[in-house]
């Protein structure tokens, strides 16, 4: 009969993309297409084909086109377990895989981009860094590290920009996914790097670039999730981001909080990683730092927030990525705009201005002002 005719070509990976994007489990997908778990994870093996009603069922329930479960478009067969997530017990794995196919995407995108325009091709350094690695091994690759790409000891100016600049692609996670931190992943050897959502800390965000940059550095060969790689990478962001031989001399003690304040704007770092790196350089006392993020999150702003919150020292506007929404811009005067590189990809308009960087404005509806008595101006 029509209604049970099977879709011909179907992609069961899709299907497992789609609907991790949207963060639904098996379970979710099939009380909504009315089929059982088993079918839907069928449809994803590649076992079993859904029915056309189905098809359109399960298309318009997770927010893709129909075309987009088509085989024959480029994509990534790679789980998230091959990405480096800082937290991997508190982070949800729902949430974990709903972020790696965002930075699949990402990829899609950016190998998209590539039949038009030059990107950045993949200059990292590497570094065999064991994992019994010394505080002097992680110092000194973070010097070798700078001296290789003639930053000399200044404040990183960007480092959004130096990660982009070396071929990695940057992008941000969707708003509702702010309890996933950032996390990185090689992706048919382009560097993916997936900022957490937060726009508005700037610490925050150079530190999780900073570390990020530690992972795809040193730990190409390591498994994801290591308590000792990601103490690595975290000393890696601090040495990197504040090179001992420039700040040593400023974190002595006694830390005055306007010091602290002064150098979290000459850096461009948060007061609390200050305080962790003089403690790693042995510049203060144990019971200084303690006594320093006691105060720290026991100082109070105006609105109730701690210091440790909220920071005081504003350091502009958060770092952004620019690498995609530049090549999209590029391509646009070559006549191809955002809706057909959505339509190539086969996904939705605003997915394509999510990766970019630019969410969709809500539509505005302007009406007639009307007075007490009904009349309209």
């Known amino acids: 009969m029509p209604n049970r005719e099977r879709v011909t070509a179907f992609d069961g990976n899709r299907l497992r993309m789609a609907r991790e994007a949207r963060g639904w489990t098996r379970r979710k997908l099939a009380e909504v297409a009315l089929v059982t778990p088993a079918a ?3 449809y994803e093996n590649g076992a079993y084909q859904p029915s056309r009603p189905v098809m359109a069922t399960i298309a318009m329930s997770l927010g893709m086109p129909r075309e987009f479960f088509v085989p024959g478009r480029p994509t990534i067969a790679a789980r998230s377990s091959v990405s480096h997530f800082r937290s991997l017990r508190s982070t949800p794995v729902r949430d974990r895989r709903r972020a790696f196919t965002h930075a699949v995407f990402a990829w899609e995108l950016t190998n998209l981009l590539e039949n038009y325009l030059t990107i950045p091709p993949v200059a990292f350094p590497s570094a065999d860094l064991p994992e019994e690695a010394s505080k002097d091994d992680i110092e000194n690759l973070a ?98 981001l504040l090179p001992a031989d420039q700040i040593a001399g400023q974190l002595s003690t006694p830390l005055s909080w306007n010091r602290l304040i002064d150098l ?3 850096w461009g770092v948060s007061i ?20 320093a993020f006691i105060r720290l999150n026991g100082i109070r702003n105006k609105d109730g927030t701690t210091w440790r919150q909220k920071e005081p020292g504003y350091l502009g506007p958060s770092e952004q990525p620019i690498l995609l929404l530049k090549c999209v811009e590029l391509v646009d005067k070559l006549g191809i705009s955002r809706d057909d590189l959505a339509n190539i990809l086969r996904v939705p308009r605003d997915l394509v201005d999510q990766l970019i960087g630019e969410n969709p404005k809500p539509a505005v509806r302007l009406s007639r002002h009307r007075d007490s008595q009904g009349h309209q101006d």
């Not at 959502?197 to 040193?218: N, V």
């Open 40 to 42: 839907v994870s069928q």
């Open 143 to 240: 010097n070798e590290c700078r001296r290789l790409l003639g930053l000399g000891s200044d404040p990183i100016a960007n480092m959004t920009r130096l990660l982009e600049s070396l071929g990695a692609v940057v992008v941000r996670l969707p708003v509702d996914l702010q309890k996933v931190d950032a996390f990185s992943c090689v992706l048919k050897s382009r560097p993916v790097v997936v900022l957490n959502s937060d726009k508005d800390d700037k610490a925050r965000g150079r530190y999780s670039a900073a570390h990020e940059f530690g992972h795809l550095i040193a730990h190409d060969d390591a498994d994801p999730g290591s308590q000792i790689i990601e103490q690595q990478a975290n000393s890696f962001a601090s040495a990197f």
């Open 272 to 291: 609390a990683s200050l305080i962790m790196r003089a403690k790693a350089l042995g510049t203060i006392s144990e019971h200084a730092y303690r006594q």
């Open 264 to 266: 979290r704007r000459h």
